[in-house]
């Protein structure tokens, strides 16, 4: 076979998921048992990868399922702790007393202390807390998941204390020859490489993310306002840009001096100490008057409601009065133990010990090993910290039985599709091209897996212009490997070696790298399970395709803009590629400025109020 039909055969699996979940709007308790088996057929009958292999995968997807399940019922047990406790309450009218514009307290919840729980657990975290948070404060819970996952974006290349860069980029690099060889003549060592490289993630993302705030307030009021306006979000631009350099100033200059490890955790951090107190007291906020907020529910679009969707008024039913610290401390425990258990090296040591590991040595004789750390994912600590809030709230004992039974329906309701989403990613990365369905001319690509061939043919393509497309090969790894720590193990030596191909020199290609990482933070807006598991904390089931066709606005603009500032400082700076990429931003802005009601993703047609 020809690289063009090996290439067309490795967009299956890819083109299954788009056209029965984003194009037939089939929920993904069902899109994804059929791209399953197409995943499965593909690899075994015409990629010609051994079906042990493939059943090691699956085996391996299917644990890797249940650890993300065990984090989404962690996350919803918090939130339903706090919920029957009457704790959401106070929290409700703690934001609403900082500002009762919904539009500032997206800002603050989604984009800040989002940033501050990626930095701290990553893997989808935020959104499985950002959203639950948003919904028990009054926003629909298609409106909460969608804010949330925008902000899966610029933090995420430095979330889990660095992991995507530590593990990812470090892992693809490491040891190998040709990143060896190209830094002997560059007077610097490996680590200091690695520096450069996460000196320019932090750069690029700083750049182009701090507009995320303003694209997803203005996503709020275009998909949720009555006015269906754009311009209701971009009212709010001084405070969305204040709010996102707020974050990305000391984000960058955390990563140029300490490395990858903390600038999303404390670059978030001193974001919220800047915004929070300037909020309050109204600096730059709309004045009275001029607040967004919701219609009365009674309006709302039936597809808008997740289960948790609840009456405010309801909360305090039978509930005691909470105090704003207390309602706050299970959130503060969260954060700070999470920052523990991945920085104290004895906790962490302690939560990782192979006593308390699940393990499965080669699977079915596939050569891919299985291993879970229950206590080490974020689920153990919300689930500690669900039980020592039952008694610091002094719950009684019906109100947490409520608080479980509910969880565990919501994580069931999302593990139908989880259970296929994830070993499919698993099948789809660990496939491995047989020689003998290689043309003569492609031979070097036998033993390659299916992202490997794709990312060939793009470079092949693309040329001396392909740092524009690196992000987008990083968010294709996203995408269906469902973690920006994976792009960046699976593409970090191909996007070195394809920038080596077209004559760029070794600091260049770091550049390049830094773009694979751009793109796989980018990717993880619409990659499935971050998708599946953010609707499942608020209940919201079956709406995946409508939540990845909103998303895709403001990730196009991540991988575009990204694109052509890389080039940009590839080739110097301030130059044609920059010029073309201030045009990106500004025919985004001006598409929303200008926007008059024509439908840039079609709205539901099930109008139906609830």
Known sequence: MSLTLLSLIALLPV???????????????????????????????????????????????????????????????????VKESGAIHTIRQGFISISPDRRIQAIIIAWLFGAFIEGAAGFGTPAAIAAPLLVAIGFPAMAAVMVALIIQSTPVSFGAIGTPIQVGVHTGLTDQPAVLAALKGSGMNFAEYILYITSNVALIHGVIGTLIPLFMVAMLTRFFGKARSFR??????????????????????????????FPSLLGSLIGLIIVVPAAK??????????????????????????????????????????????????????AGLLVISRTVEPVTAFLKDPKFTILFENVFGSGINTASTPL????????????????????NSKDYAKAWKESFKTVIAAGAALIFAVPMIKIFLNTSLSADKVAESVQYLAGQNMPLVLAETVSVISGDFWPIFAPAVGALGAFVAGSNTFSNMMFSLFQFGAAENIGLNVNQAGIVVALQAIGGAAGNMICVHNVVAASATVGLVGKEGALIRRVMLPMTYYILAGGFFGMALIHGGVN??????????????FRLITYKGQGLVANSTNTKAV
């Open 576 to 589: 044609v590629y920059f010029f073309i990429y201030a045009v990106i931003v500004m025919v985004y802005l």
């Open 15 to 81: 083109v299954s998921i788009l056209i029965f979940l984003v194009f037939l709007n089939w929920p993904a308790s069902r899109a994804m048992p059929v791209a399953l088996v197409v995943t499965v057929l593909t690899a075994i009958f015409v990629w010609g990868t051994d079906a042990n292999v493939v059943a090691g995968s699956a085996f391996n997807g299917l644990f890797t399922a249940l650890d993300i399940m065990f984090i989404v019922l962690g996350a919803v047990l918090l939130l339903n702790t």
């Open 281 to 334: 007291a109204g600096f730059l906020t709309p004045k009275e008057g001029q607040y967004f907020d919701f219609e009365e529910r009674s309006k709302w679009e039936e597809d808008w409601f997740g289960k948790l969707n609840h009456e405010p008024a309801k909360i305090l039913e039978g509930k005691k009065a909470i105090s704003i610290w207390m309602a706050w401390l299970p959130y503060v425990l969260v």
């Open 376 to 395: 080490y994912l974020p689920g153990f600590i919300f689930i500690v910290v669900s039980v020592l809030t039952y008694f610091l709230h002094g719950m």
């Open 232 to 261: 209701e979000g971009l009212q709010v631009w001084k405070f969305a840009l204040f709010a996102g350099l707020s974050f990305t100033i000391p984000y960058y200059i955390i990563a140029t001096i300490l490395g990858p490890e």
